[in-house]
Every structure is written in C-alpha cells, then in structure tokens.
C-alpha cells in the first residue's frame, strides 16, 4: 500500500515537472550535500539541545522561465513595447527576474545521545520546489544569482534507531506528513556556451511550526551546498 502511494507521488511530480521543462527556458540538474538540523521543543516548551545535524544527500531538476521576456515585447508593437521602451531601467530589472519549479530528493538526517543512550534519524524525502528571484550578469561569463524558495516535502522512508532497535518513522505524525519548508538560495553560474553553464549553489530552509504549549514540536532545517549543470534551449 505504502509503494503504490509513493509511486503515485512520484508519478504526479513527474508529470509536474515535465509540463513545466518542456515550456522553460532552461532546465537544471543538481547534485549535492544537505545538512539537517532538527529543531525540536519538548512538551513542556524547553528545546532539545541533545539532537547534532547529520549529512544526507540532495538531487534536484528544475525548470527556469524568465519572468516576464522584456525583449519580445521591445521588439513588438503595443502599450507595454512603449512603455519598457521609454523606461530601460525597468525593463532591465523585470528581465532580469526568473522563477522555477522543479523535483527535490532530500536526504534529513539527525544524531543525538541523551542518557548516554545514542540515536539516530534517518529520512528521505521527496516533492516539489518553488523559487523566485533574480538574475544578474557580471564580467567574463560569470552571473550570479538569489531566490526566495518553497519547498513541498513527503517522507517516503524513515528509520530511528535507538540503541541497537530501529523504529518505522512513518508511523509518526511529526514526521509522516507533508512538510513545507521556506528559505533562501544563492547560485554562482559560469556559462561555458550558449547552451551549457556550470553552477555552485547554496540554500537553506525550514519549516515553521509553532510551538503549543503541552505539545511537543519538530521543524526541520536541511541547508545545501550543491553543484549543478544549466542547459539552455
């Protein structure tokens, strides 16, 4: 039941993401290192202190539109053509501007030791990520990047092992259900080609659920470092 269900997930996102790759105007792949902290707050409103972030793995593909192409619309006839004719300074920041939607695997895992008992978490994650942001060219091919970022994460698999006993995270809610995360992103792209560009990227997120009282509370705060390769069509 649990396969078919993330198969399903896999299918939508799929879907998703291929509708949008086909209409951007670049598509990225991207492969890195994410660093999970496990921001946790005890029932009685004190955070664990005894919970350390652990290494996983991120892949990402991800489709790039400009937001709106300032250059077909200079070039055409219309009130708009006019306007960002007689106004170059706004054209050249809304050409500037990009979104992106793409597929995220996220590996979160965390480390503590309470008690002198050790544990561990181990989880991967998939979904969908959103960014918004800006684009902007520097000298020898160089350009640089920043985007504000959603994220839309479902754990497919978790294990927690305390001792030498594992435990099936799916069967918790703090866990099992879908996470949204919101951050930030930088990138330094170098263009080899017309075509193809080189890019290292850093981002950070986390969810924000709020601390109740008599209640105890998990966000999580994955940060990435990442290198990727543009393809322009």
């Known amino acids: 039941m649990k396969i078919r269900y993330v198969l399903r997930v896999l299918y939508c996102c799929l879907i998703c993401l291929i509708s949008f790759v086909a209409w951007g105007q670049q598509f990225a792949f991207e492969f890195g290192s994410t660093l999970s902290r496990f921001d946790y707050t005890l029932a009685n409103g004190s ?49 500037a501007l990009r979104y992106e939607l793409g597929f995220e695997y996220l590996q979160m895992n965390a480390l503590g030791n309470q008690q002198k008992i ?25 350009s640089i990047s920043g985007n504000l970022v959603v994220l839309g994460q479902k754990m497919i698999q978790g294990n927690q092992l305390i ?30 080609n017309d075509k193809i560009s080189l890019y290292g990227a850093f981002q950070e997120s986390q969810t924000y659920h709020s601390a109740e009282l008599g209640t105890s509370t998990l966000n999580f705060c994955p940060r990435q470092i990442l290198i990727g390769l543009r393809l322009s069509k």
């Open 118 to 142: 050790s544990f561990s978490y181990q989880t991967d994650f998939i979904g969908l990520q959103g960014a918004l942001g800006a684009h902007i060219s520097m000298l020898r091919g160089f």
């Open 163 to 192: 001792a030498n006993q594992y435990y099936n995270l799916q069967e918790n809610d703090q866990f099992r259900g879908i996470q949204v995360l919101l951050g930030y992103r930088a990138e330094i792209i170098k263009k080899l």
């Open 47 to 95: 955070k664990a202190d005894y919970l350390i972030p652990s290494a996983g793995l991120g892949f990402g593909i991800h489709g790039i539109q400009t937001l709106l192409d300032t250059s077909t619309i200079s070039a055409s006839s219309g009130k708009k053509s006019i306007y960002f004719n007689q106004h170059p300074l706004v054209r050249k920041i809304v050409s």
